[in-house]
């Protein structure tokens, strides 16, 4: 629904804004292949990107995408500890969100 509303142009700057697609065809499933796919083809400018100052983190859908993007941060970061710094700080400087459902 973003690309069809034009959300990037009216809402951000395009220039430093970047969204990772997670998205299955079943969006109400509880499936989370697309996200996992999505996550592990971008793993090197995702790990880059949560090291940056600048980087806010939006996570939306379900209730289990945040324990799928989280599993899969802490495989990315080398461990839970490495992973909860990065988080501990994001959460800190409010630049983590959530909006997720049952």
């Given at each position: ?7 990037l142009?009216?809402?951000?700057d ?10 299955d ?21 995702i ?9 806010h ?5 379900l ?7 989280y599993k ?11 992973w ?10 409010g ?6 459902y049952?």
């Amino acid at each position: 629904m973003n690309e069809l509303n034009d959300d990037l142009t009216n809402y951000y700057d395009e220039s430093t804004f970047k969204a990772f697609k997670g998205i299955d065809d079943r969006p109400l499933s509880a499936d989370t292949n697309g996200l996992v796919r999505s996550l592990d083809e971008n793993e090197e400018e995702i790990i880059s990107l949560l090291r940056d100052d600048n980087t806010h983190v939006y996570l939306a859908g379900l209730k289990n995408v945040a324990g799928v993007f989280y599993k899969k941060m802490v495989e990315l970061f080398g461990g839970e500890e490495q992973w909860n710094e990065i988080k501990s700080r994001l959460q800190k400087e409010g630049r983590l969100s959530e909006l997720l459902y049952e």
